[in-house]
């Protein structure tokens, strides 16, 4: 697992790592099961520190790409089969909690333009060295956490989209007001998961507590792929409700 981070690049060292390992990961050259460097080796054999490899495993657990197990290292996921529901109208979060009455808040972790990692390039059909704007945010609802929200929008499409405030906007809002280019038809992928690192720290969570994780992937009117994103729910304060509509 040859790997050298590139000191001239733009891109965090942490982002690299995560990409690194989603190619190896991707292209099968690590499989379900298999054993991940420790922190520490990683860190020494890179020359980073050992946070920032811990962000990188961190991410790509988040994402359910991995597993950390307790005294035992950190490993890659098992493959979940896939189950399809059908649903006739589709909404971001703060227009689905508005529905209900609810309202939403947020906080940006993270907002830049970074490289497509492979299984972004994938899920949105960008080409190789495409680069996407990665938008994070922790989403409150009664002054409480709800979920973290990891999304991955084309840079191309939406050039303005790194720079724009969006503590309380809802993306879907901006896509359709200033790009015309609003999500139609999305498939969702929903995984039952555990709660790991940052994840537990920001949803006031313990370790290990139960969250539900939510991967979607968008489409305009046109059929381009606008959005690519994880949401990792609370799993002890909500519940997920599909209405079905004939």
């Known amino acids: 697992m040859m790997f050298v981070i590139n000191r001239n690049s733009p891109v965090p060292y942490y982002y ?17 099961g298999d054993m991940i460097e420790s922190e520490l080796s990683l860190a020494e054999r890179l020359g980073v520190s050992r946070i920032t490899v811990r962000q990188a ?23 979940r089969q896939s189950l399809i529901l059908s649903r006739s109208q589709l909404r971001g979060l703060s227009e689905e909690m508005a529905v209900g009455g609810m309202s939403v808040t947020s906080q940006v972790l993270e907002q830049q333009v970074v490289p497509a990692a492979e299984d972004v390039q994938q ?66 992928t929903i995984i039952a998961d555990t709660a790991q690192g940052s994840i537990a720290r920001w949803l006031h969570v313990t370790h290990g507590a139960p969250v539900m994780r939510i991967q979607r ?16 729910f609370r799993a002890d304060k909500h519940q997920l409700v599909i209405e079905y509509r004939g």
């Not at 690299?16 to 379900?32: K, M, N, S, V």
């Not at 990665?134 to 191309?156: A, K, M, N, Q, S």
């Not at 720079?163 to 609003?182: F, G, K, V």
Request: proline content about 3%.
């Open 123 to 188: 899920a949105l059909g960008l080409q190789a060295g495409a680069q996407v704007v990665l938008i994070r945010r922790l989403r409150y609802t009664d002054g409480l956490p709800l979920c973290v929200e990891i999304c991955y929008h084309p840079t191309e499409l939406f050039p303005k989209l790194a720079d724009m405030d969006l503590s309380n906007r809802s993306i879907y809002a901006i896509l359709e007001q200033e790009y015309q280019r609003r999500p139609v038809t999305a498939k969702d």
């Open 57 to 79: 495993l961190n991410d790509l657990t988040e994402q359910g790409l991995l597993v950390r197990r307790r005294a035992l290292g950190t490993v890659v996921a098992e493959q």
């Open 16 to 32: 690299q790592i995560e990409e690194w390992i989603r190619q190896l990961i991707a292209r099968g050259e690590l499989r379900q």
């Open 217 to 232: 992937i968008s489409w305009d009117g046109s059929g381009v792929a606008v959005e690519y994103t994880v949401s990792i």
